[in-house]
């Protein structure tokens, strides 16, 4: 499945971005979906991901209460909702599938999931 994720771009803290990721393929309903981002020097780190139906979605602590995602399988569409955004999250946030034979909880490592977007940089200024 080929992934393209866009929406980032800079912003001042406390603010918000939407981050999409459209997928290609038909069957986008039946992977998991997750975000990953990237700060410069650093490892990819989880921060959210969601199931099949999207009834299922998780978090890391970093994040919980201020991101949100949610899918819209009629448009193959997995977004990141994030507010109150803080110099922290600046980073490359990419986004990344996976199959799996459960509608539920899928894990958090980046391992686990076999497809990758090209990464959408987004910038918090402080």
């Known amino acids: 499945v080929q992934l393209q994720a866009f929406g980032g771009g800079l912003v001042q803290a406390g603010g918000f971005l939407r981050l999409s990721c459209a997928a290609s393929e038909r069957s986008f309903s039946s992977y998991v979906m997750g975000w990953f981002r990237q700060a410069p020097g650093k490892e990819r780190k989880f921060v959210a991901a969601i199931s099949w139906s999207g009834g299922s979605p998780y978090y890391a602590d970093s994040v919980k209460g201020r991101f949100t995602i949610f899918r819209d399988n009629a448009k193959n569409t997995v977004y990141l909702q994030m507010n109150s955004l803080k110099p922290e999250d600046t980073a490359v946030y990419y986004c990344?599938?996976?199959?799996?034979?459960?509608?539920?909880?899928?894990?958090?490592?980046?391992?686990?999931?076999?497809?990758w977007g090209q990464g959408t940089l987004v910038t918090v200024s402080s």
């Open positions: 990344a599938a996976a199959t799996y034979y459960s509608d539920s909880y899928y894990g958090d490592q980046a391992r686990s999931f076999r497809w």
